[in-house]
């Protein structure tokens, strides 16, 4: 067991969170254009495939955006659970992670309808210019069903524990199962904690890999990673992990003090700060 494993496991204190998003891709294959281009360069039919953008990036790109700002937020609040969509998140912060997938939802929708009301039309008849004889009216969908088509859904369950098992099976199946059960929740709570320290251990290897070097030049986000980072820590550590805790407490003591500037233009900070955070780096790995 790793010390990342150490620690109480409870389900009380979290739930699991799905996220569906749907939209209008603006990219489809043309099958026709691969099969023509494959007889133009003399290749198999199955050789590649010809992907066509239905609108140009510019005209979809608040859309976009919006789309990745609202998975981004809800990866970033919460932790893996298992391979069917489910995420991890703790109960004290679902508040936090409501309103600001609810704020990020509205954006959407507004960046979403716009498109569709706003600059749908004009993009469709440019298209038939950009395209030309790739163009094909089948691709759009009518402005009044492609509105419908951007939509955002949430799941929340609550862990699954052995005790919700109630199937009557003959001589002790069930235990067996219940067992199962247990084992595979410990497994994924345990992996959910490694996770948080993954990241934390992430954006502080990559300030000593950026800050070990005198020449290298790195951007405000350097520090600004590692302070989101630890913004975060408190609504990741959801089984309490105290060694969790006093780490993020080290990172803000000794990788936080000093601001971008000072990092870039005094070298004394600089390879201290660099020294404090390969230290703390190397101390984490022991929880990964």
Same mark, same amino acid.
């Given at each position: 067991?790793?010390?990342?494993?150490?620690?109480?496991?409870?389900?009380?204190?979290?739930?699991?969170?799905?996220?569906?998003?749907?939209?209008?891709?603006?990219?489809? #294959? +043309?099958? *026709?254009?691969?099969?023509? $281009?494959?007889?133009? @360069?003399? =290749?198999?039919?199955? !050789?590649?495939?010809?992907?066509?953008?239905?609108?140009?990036?510019?005209?979809?790109?608040?859309?976009?955006?919006?789309?990745?700002?609202?998975?981004?937020?809800?990866?970033?609040?919460?932790?893996?659970?298992?391979?069917?969509?489910?995420?991890?998140?703790?109960?004290?912060?679902?508040?936090?992670? #409501? +309103?600001? *997938?609810?704020?990020?939802? $509205?954006?959407?929708? @507004?960046? =979403?309808?716009?498109? !569709?009301?706003?600059?749908?039309?004009?993009?469709?008849?440019?298209?038939?210019?950009?395209?030309?004889?790739?163009?094909?009216?089948?691709?759009?969908?009518?402005?009044?069903?492609?509105?419908?088509?951007?939509?955002?859904?949430?799941?929340?369950?609550?862990?699954?524990?052995?005790?919700?098992?109630?199937?009557?099976?003959?001589?002790?199946?069930?235990?067996?199962?219940? @067992?199962?059960?247990?084992?595979?929740?410990?497994?994924?709570?345990?992996?959910?904690?490694?996770?948080?320290?993954?990241?934390?251990?992430?954006?502080?290897?990559?300030?000593?890999?950026?800050?070990?070097?005198?020449?290298?030049?790195?951007?405000?986000?350097?520090?600004?990673?590692?302070?989101?980072?630890?913004?975060?820590?408190?609504?990741?550590?959801?089984?309490?992990?105290?060694?969790?805790?006093?780490?993020?407490?080290?990172?803000?003591?000794?990788?936080?003090?000093?601001?971008?500037?000072?990092?870039?233009?005094?070298?004394?900070?600089?390879?201290?700060?660099?020294?404090?955070?390969?230290?703390?780096?190397?101390?984490?790995?022991?929880?990964?």
């Amino acid at each position: 067991m790793t010390k990342a494993q150490s620690h109480t496991l409870t389900t009380d204190n979290a739930m699991l969170v799905s996220q569906k998003i749907s939209r209008w891709s603006p990219t489809k #294959t +043309d099958r *026709q254009a691969g099969d023509d $281009l494959a007889t133009l @360069k003399k =290749a198999q039919s199955d !050789a590649g495939k010809y992907i066509k953008n239905l609108v140009s990036r510019n005209e979809f790109k608040p859309v976009r955006r919006a789309y990745n700002d609202l998975r981004t937020d809800h990866y970033k609040r919460t932790l893996a659970w298992n391979d069917e969509g489910l995420r991890l998140l703790g109960g004290a912060h679902f508040r936090e992670y #409501t +309103d600001s *997938q609810h704020e990020l939802q $509205l954006i959407y929708k @507004k960046a =979403a309808d716009d498109f !569709a009301n706003n600059e749908y039309a004009l993009a469709r008849e440019n298209a038939i210019i950009r395209l030309g004889e790739l163009f094909r009216s089948d691709d759009y969908p009518e402005p009044s069903e492609l509105v419908l088509m951007f939509t955002v859904e949430h799941k929340f369950l609550p862990i699954p524990t052995a005790d919700d098992f109630r199937v009557s099976l003959p001589n002790g199946d069930a235990d067996e199962i219940k @067992k199962q059960i247990m084992a595979d929740t410990q497994a994924m709570q345990a992996q959910a904690t490694r996770e948080a320290w993954e990241r934390l251990h992430k954006v502080v290897q990559h300030m000593v890999d950026r800050l070990s070097e005198t020449d290298a030049v790195f951007r405000n986000s350097l520090l600004g990673n590692v302070q989101e980072t630890v913004d975060l820590l408190p609504a990741l550590n959801i089984f309490g992990d105290p060694e969790l805790d006093k780490m993020a407490e080290q990172v803000k003591a000794k990788l936080l003090q000093a601001d971008a500037d000072e990092l870039r233009f005094d070298p004394v900070t600089r390879t201290s700060v660099a020294m404090d955070a390969k230290e703390l780096a190397s101390k984490m790995s022991a929880y990964l």
